[in-house]
């Protein structure tokens, strides 16, 4: 028994040979031969739409008192070909409004000259200007592609909105434009330490960077024991902030002429004057602001006055409706195309902070007419814009829903007490 089973083995061991030696040299006498390798093509690379493979490429930023002139002068372009290349373009981009410490990019051939084939500039983060240096002078501006990315963003006041803003990574921007949404609610110039906020907001980025931001779509603040929400809604006639309740959160006029600031003196019945130096009644709400600070109007309407006056110097005044005016006073200058007669839209810039006219230093004072008397801009009770239509609520029930249970689930974490600058005046926007 042990001999067949032996001599079995055996028998299988010499079968799986000859077969494994008929088979491996049959398949490598019908393995196809390969063809030729080809080896795959490296995409060029490039820049502005320049293929640069060959190319030197500078990058480098405007000096003070440097012009066109002088930047290309070091890459082999003459003088006569700047002269073409400025008048070129004129109706693209004014070479004399290049900006000191703005970027700009040289492509050069690689000869012993560094001769330059074209220059980019970059006046903002999303667009840029090329000017073709060679036999064909022309110019051409382009856009980079924006995207828009969701943001999430939650803090604790500590000090005030802005300082708790700054403390964890935001913007100025995106705090400017927490309080235009929410300014008719929340007094922010009152809020308490502990009160909460949250945001949700698309940002702008262009490569990657943040540029600004593109819209906040849901807020919720917690303040003195109140919830307060805003959520994001263009119900056919505009962008809109509505409640839970889909009433407008924004009323007629913007709160505040300035992104926001520091309210220097509030309207009063007996002020004493810092020019004049007399006790006398100050019928606006001034807001220091550095010169150049962009003034908006608060509303749309139709401009009554713009012009220069010994006391208010140069200033604007707006009719709004048959009931309101407002008017804006000691500006640097009005805004081109601002005069008697223009219509304007909210959050248009009119003109921008100065000191001119009797004025002690660089501020707004913002002066509000309700049925031709002055009024406290600030205590004035706007009527609310229209709320969320019938046809229009289970829309924004939807929208308003979704964004409940994303703010619900946002985290608020307060900041370590060795991150806060004890020297910052407390609850000071």
């Known amino acids: ?20 030696f008929i088979f491996e040299d049959y398949g490598k006498k019908h393995i196809p031969e390969s063809g030729p390798i080809i080896e795959k093509v490296k995409e060029p690379k490039k820049l502005y739409g320049f293929i640069i493979d060959s190319m030197n490429v500078v990058e480098d930023n405007i000096k003070p008192n440097e012009n066109l002139s002088e930047i290309l002068e070091k890459y082999n372009v003459p003088y006569q070909k700047v002269v073409e290349l400025a008048n070129a373009s004129k109706d693209v981009f004014d070479v004399r409004k290049m900006v000191v410490t703005k970027k700009y990019t040289i492509i050069c051939y690689n000869d012993s000259l560094n001769t330059a084939k074209a220059m980019i500039y970059e006046p903002n983060a999303y667009e840029y200007i090329v000017y073709h240096l060679e036999d064909s002078i022309y110019v051409e501006k382009f856009e980079k592609e924006v995207a828009f990315v ?31 949404v929410l300014a008719w609610q929340i007094d922010f110039y009152r809020l308490q330490k502990g009160d909460q906020y949250k945001i949700i907001y698309d940002e702008k980025q262009v490569d990657s960077t943040a540029i600004g931001i593109d819209k906040i779509k849901a807020v919720y603040m917690q303040h003195e024991g109140n919830d307060y929400y805003a959520f994001y809604f263009n119900q056919g006639t505009g962008v809109d902030y509505f409640d839970d309740e889909g009433n407008s959160v924004r009323k007629a006029f913007l709160k505040y002429p300035l992104e926001f600031t520091r309210i220097s003196s509030r309207y009063s019945g007996s002020r004493f004057h810092p020019v004049q130096k007399r006790w006398k009644a100050h019928k606006g709400t001034d807001f220091a602001a550095p010169k150049g600070t962009p003034i908006r109007t608060v509303g749309d309407g139709v401009v009554t006055q713009a012009e220069y006056s010994k006391f208010n110097g140069n200033f604007v005044k707006i009719r709004h409706n048959s009931t309101y005016s407002t008017q804006y006073l000691h500006m640097s200058k009005i805004a081109t195309g601002i005069r008697a007669g223009v219509k304007v839209k909210q959050s248009q810039v009119i003109g921008y902070v100065g000191a001119t006219g009797l004025a002690s230093g660089n501020h707004l004072c913002y002066r509000f007419w309700k049925n031709g008397k002055q009024v406290d801009a600030l205590k004035e009770n706007i009527p609310p814009s229209e709320p969320i239509s019938e046809e229009n609520k289970d829309a924004y029930k939807n929208i308003r829903d979704a964004l409940k249970i994303q703010l619900g689930k946002m985290e608020v974490v307060a900041l370590s007490s060795d991150t806060i600058n004890s020297k910052e005046p407390v609850l000071t926007q």
């Open 1 to 20: 028994m042990k001999k067949k089973v032996l001599l079995g083995l055996i028998g299988l061991g010499a079968f799986a040979a000859l077969y494994f």
């Open 150 to 180: 969701e943001k999430e963003f939650a803090g604790t006041i500590e000090l005030s909105l802005a300082a708790s803003i700054d403390k964890r990574g935001g913007s100025p921007a995106l705090t400017n434009a927490m309080v235009d």
